[in-house]
């Protein structure tokens, strides 16, 4: 049965219909809300409204519970890999053995980046940050390969390059940045296997494989995969409205998720957690610091939009840390230090009334840092997984039909009309 919300302004009433999720959530259509009332709505920072209807991930902040498409991220933690979760998310199902195969043939001949792209890479400054550089590569591959007549093949064909370039071209920017040899892609290891050789492996030194650490990195990118209409899926979505080609829309995915409040907080938590240990009473201090209004410090790592309970990705990664440290020997004094601060967080008031509890990025890090994988790396790494969930929602909302060119209203508080002043009379 069909529901509605009456609203009551200026004497008048007007019914808005009332749209219900598969899962039970309700929103207001506020598609025709100007034309029948003159009234647009506010709500900074989106906090209230959502931009599309979407089968692609749901999220329950209450409850901590995230799916991509309806499958638990717990289940696809402890079965999948990220190329099966990739494909899941891409096209909806999970794949047969023999698109899986067909997928990975795929990944396979998309994976070299070409040679002409090394010049670039060359010359960026070597204290340029890796995501500066993934986002200007990434958009600069519609030089390189430009639009192919047929939609479907265009939107097939650049999905899997993407996929598979944007690993190798993370590595690139790695082993560049250090003066080191490019290594290429192996058509006889895994996605992750493949990155972390081409990572690691040098010509002097070949990269001893361990499953343990490929395990731990399907499982930090199946839980970076998607996450609904966060800043750097909106950004995609928003873009992409423009009818722009992927590669763009996709780079200016990998610039949101740059930002320390987003994607750079798992860089950010490294950082502080580092900087906390580094003094006395450094957790004290810190969240002294972060209940302080008048200081803008934040405990990085913690809190979030939508979860108002432990994030499950946070509960999954710091299992996966302890497990990780404990296969290969390693002590990090910063996940004791990680430990002693979520735990006093945790039992402080201040953040109990707020609701905030360790997100993604808290342990990621800790995850990272094991692995090898750089600081100033951690975001790529973020951006390498979010790859299948930007491309899943440029995707659909190319499909919506309801989709058209996004253009927010605002509330305009200027100056009300007034006459141009020629210099001579100021
Ligand atoms: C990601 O959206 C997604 O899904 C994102 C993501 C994904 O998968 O795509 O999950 C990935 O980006 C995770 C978030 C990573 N960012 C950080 O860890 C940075 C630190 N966190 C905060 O900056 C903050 O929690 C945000 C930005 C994540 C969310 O902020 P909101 O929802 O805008 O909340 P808010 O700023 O309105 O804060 C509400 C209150 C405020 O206090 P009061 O004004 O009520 O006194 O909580 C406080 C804030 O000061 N607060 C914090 C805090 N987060 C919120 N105080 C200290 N430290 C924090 N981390």
């Known amino acids: 049965m069909e529901e509605f919300a009456t609203l009551s302004y200026g004497g008048r009433e007007v019914r808005l219909p009332v749209i219900v999720g598969s899962e039970g959530e309700r929103a207001i259509d506020i598609t025709r809300l100007r034309e029948r009332t003159g009234l647009i709505t506010h709500d900074p920072?989106?906090?209230?409204?959502?931009?599309?209807?979407?089968?692609?991930?749901?999220?329950?902040?209450?409850?901590?519970?995230?799916?991509?498409?309806?499958?638990p991220v717990e289940e696809l933690a402890a079965h999948s890999t990220f190329k099966e979760t990739a494909f899941l998310l891409v096209h909806g199902r999970l794949p047969s053995p023999r698109e899986l195969t067909r997928f990975s043939v795929l990944?396979?001949?998309?994976?070299?980046?070409?040679?002409?792209?090394?010049?670039?890479?060359?010359?960026?400054?070597?204290?340029?940050?890796?995501?500066?550089?993934?986002?200007?590569?990434?958009?600069?591959?519609?030089?390189?390969?430009?639009?192919?007549?047929?939609?479907?093949?265009?939107?097939?064909?650049?999905?899997?390059?993407?996929?598979?370039?944007?690993?190798?071209?993370?590595?690139?920017?790695?082993?560049?940045?250090?003066?080191?040899t490019v290594v290429y892609p192996r058509p006889d290891l895994t996605y992750c296997a493949n990155f972390l050789n081409m990572m690691f492996s040098t010509p002097v030194r070949p990269y001893e494989i361990d499953p343990e650490v490929v395990r731990a990195l399907n499982v930090f990118l199946i839980l970076h995969a998607d996450h609904e209409q966060n800043c750097s899926t909106a950004a995609v979505r928003l873009v992409g409205s423009a009818r722009v080609n992927l590669y763009a829309a996709i780079s200016s995915g990998i610039?949101?998720?740059?930002?320390?409040?987003?994607?750079?907080?798992?860089?950010?938590?490294?950082?502080?957690?580092?900087?906390?240990?580094?003094?006395?009473?450094?957790?004290?201090?810190?969240?002294?610091?972060?209940?302080?209004?008048?200081?803008?410090?934040?405990?990085?790592?913690?809190?979030?939009?939508?979860?108002?309970?432990?994030?499950?990705r946070a509960k999954i990664?710091?299992?996966?840390?302890?497990?990780?440290?404990?296969?290969?020997?390693?002590?990090?004094?910063?996940?004791?230090?990680?430990?002693?601060?979520?735990?006093?967080?945790?039992?402080?008031?201040?953040?109990?009334?707020?609701?905030?509890?360790?997100?993604?990025?808290?342990?990621?890090?800790?995850?990272?840092?094991?692995?090898?994988?750089p600081t100033n790396m951690f975001t790529v790494l973020f951006a390498i997984g979010r790859l299948p969930g930007w491309i899943a929602q440029w995707k659909e909302s190319l499909e919506d039909p309801e989709g058209r060119l996004w253009r927010p209203r605002q509330i305009y508080v200027g100056p009300t009309e007034r006459r141009y002043v020629p210099i001579e009379a100021r």
């Not at 920072?45 to 498409?69: H, Q």
């Open 45 to 71: 920072g989106f906090a209230n409204t959502g931009c599309c209807r979407s089968a692609i991930t749901f999220v329950d902040g209450e409850r901590g519970v995230l799916r991509y498409r309806g499958i």
């Open 317 to 373: 990664l710091k299992e996966v840390v302890h497990g990780l440290l404990d296969r290969l020997r390693l002590e990090d004094p910063l996940l004791d230090c990680a430990r002693e601060l979520e735990e006093a967080a945790l039992q402080d008031p201040w953040f109990v009334e707020r609701r905030l509890y360790p997100n993604v990025d808290f342990y990621s890090g800790i995850l990272l840092r094991a692995i090898g994988i």
């Open 255 to 312: 610039a949101a998720l740059w930002g320390p409040l987003h994607g750079g907080a798992n860089q950010a938590v490294i950082e502080m957690l580092a900087a906390i240990r580094g003094e006395a009473g450094g957790v004290r201090k810190a969240l002294a610091r972060a209940r302080d209004p008048a200081d803008p410090f934040r405990l990085m790592g913690f809190g979030h939009r939508v979860y108002k309970t432990y994030d499950p």
């Open 107 to 180: 990944l396979n001949d998309h994976s070299l980046v070409h040679e002409d792209m090394k010049i670039f890479y060359q010359n960026f400054p070597r204290s340029s940050h890796p995501m500066g550089i993934l986002s200007s590569m990434v958009n600069a591959l519609r030089s390189f390969y430009p639009e192919l007549q047929n939609l479907e093949e265009e939107v097939n064909v650049t999905v899997t390059r993407l996929l598979s370039k944007v690993r190798t071209m993370a590595a690139m920017s790695y082993k560049i940045s250090r003066g080191h």
